[in-house]
């Protein structure tokens, strides 16, 4: 299993750009990189896949490069409600092996 | 849509009880998974159907818990006899099967259980 690393915490103020870098270097040929967020008392939601290069939505950027060993979650301009637990998760694409939630990073965003 | 349902949203038993947490899923999903909240363990992830077949229940703690999905629209994951250390959030979500989107997980609003 694809192991991944990813900081505990992070802060930030609102109207500042947030990237959360995740590590994943045992990742495999047949995985995808995704992203969660938790909010408290809630599930946590999807935000955003990618399997190389760089995917945008609506709500956030990913980045992976080539050697797709990292990935990083770009949230534009974050607001007070953007605090939240952030998950990155890679797993395959068959439906054998599901997503294994890790400690996710906790973004603080202050006023 | 609805999103995914799950019932009741708060549980409050006492040990020794069974406890039985309902789901259903978005119409159409092809995978329902159950997972467990904590605060010391994190998300975990108990069991996973793909069209009404458990794939992987390596995740279920023992066999106090056992899940089924007699249908496309029901799932229930029961708990026999309850323990205070089952305490917990529980989150059943769904997600499609075409197109690589199976990680694309829609979560309910989970189950609160406390064993007293």
């Known amino acids: 299993l694809a192991k991944t690393t990813q900081p505990i915490s992070m802060d930030s103020y609102e109207g500042q750009e947030v990237n959360i870098t995740c590590s994943h270097n045992?990742?495999?040929?047949?995985?995808?990189i995704t992203w969660y967020q938790q909010f408290p008392s809630q599930g946590p939601r999807f935000i955003i896949q990618g399997y190389k290069t760089k995917v945008t939505n609506e709500v956030a950027s990913l980045f992976i490069p080539a050697d797709r060993k990292s990935s990083t979650l770009s949230l534009p301009r974050v607001s007070l409600s953007d605090t939240a637990v952030y998950y990155c998760?890679?797993?395959?694409?068959?439906?054998?092996?599901?997503?294994?939630f890790g400690s996710g990073t906790r973004l603080q965003v202050q006023p | 849509d609805a999103g995914v349902i799950q019932s009741p949203r708060h549980e409050v038993t006492e040990m020794g009880q069974e406890v039985t947490l309902r789901c259903k899923p978005i119409?159409?999903?092809?995978?329902l998974f159950w997972y467990r909240q904590t605060m010391m363990r994190g998300l975990e992830l108990l069991i996973y159907f793909n069209n009404n077949v458990p794939i992987d229940d390596s995740g279920m703690p023992e066999d106090r818990f056992s899940a089924k999905m007699p249908n496309a629209s029901f799932s229930t994951l029961k708990i026999q006899p309850s323990e205070p250390r089952d305490s917990a959030v529980y989150f059943c979500?769904?997600?499609?099967?075409?197109?690589?989107?199976?990680?694309?997980?829609?979560f309910g609003p989970g189950t609160r259980l406390t064993v007293l």
């Open positions: 998760l890679v797993g395959d694409y068959t439906g054998r092996r599901a997503l294994t």
């Open positions: 045992n990742i495999a040929t047949n995985d995808y």
């Open positions: 119409s159409g999903h092809d995978y």
């Open positions: 979500a769904s997600s499609p099967q075409e197109d690589k989107r199976w990680h694309e997980q829609f």
